[in-house]
């Protein structure tokens, strides 16, 4: 009697695990040992960028982190952006500029500038503006990226001083697009 529940459980428990899994961008067909060089990858309307989702959530169902291989030709850039994920940066190749400004004011203000050179780290403090930029006018620059609590919930400045209020929320991200997530509140 209790084998025969229990085995009920774990059957309806399966199936709806099955379901769930079907009903979302699917990792089914991948293999588990992927060549980078044969990802998708695409500049997604951004000039001079190489984005490459490594491995993430939307495509792979990974909810706590997610990996990006970016390369930016040279004078590429983000946009000034924040976002309430953990963002941690591996330079591969090349060098240029973090651009970096507290979330402690109405709005960014003039950033920090670091520089930032082949097999250098650095991270994003959460809600923090910032922007990265290939200021190295002879190399691209190739980072891995990872961050936290994907998919990533960006909120676009035009430029510094624009008010954290007024900063466009851009979700999903462009990567993200093909497949929409319910939002979460828990921004600036
Ligand atoms: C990975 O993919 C690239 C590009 O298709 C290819 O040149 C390379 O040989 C592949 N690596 C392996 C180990 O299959
Ligand atoms: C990066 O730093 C590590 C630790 O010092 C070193 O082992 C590695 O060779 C370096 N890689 C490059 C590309 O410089």
């Known amino acids: 009697m209790e084998r025969c529940c229990f085995i009920f459980f774990t059957f309806t428990l399966l199936l709806f695990y099955t379901t769930s899994e079907a009903s979302h961008c699917s990792i089914k067909g991948l293999p588990l040992v992927r060549n980078i060089s044969e990802l998708p990858q695409d500049n997604y309307g951004r000039g001079g960028l190489s984005h490459i989702t490594v491995s993430g959530s939307v495509a792979h169902g990974m909810k706590e982190v997610e990996v990006w291989l970016q390369t930016f030709s040279p004078g590429s850039r983000t946009p000034i952006h924040r976002h309430s994920c953990e963002e941690v940066f591996v330079v591969l190749k090349g060098s240029g500029t973090l ?90």
């Open 99 to 188: 651009y970096l400004a507290s979330s402690s004011h109405k709005y960014p203000g003039k950033p920090l500038e670091y520089f930032i050179f082949s097999n250098s780290t650095f991270l994003i403090p959460i809600n923090d503006a910032h922007q990265v930029w290939n200021t190295n006018e002879h190399e691209d620059l190739q980072m891995l990226v990872i961050i936290s609590r994907p998919p990533v919930k960006v909120f676009i400045y035009d430029d510094w001083f624009m008010p954290h209020t007024a900063a466009k929320l851009k979700f999903p991200y462009y990567w993200d697009e093909q497949c929409q997530q319910e939002p979460v509140k828990d921004e600036l």
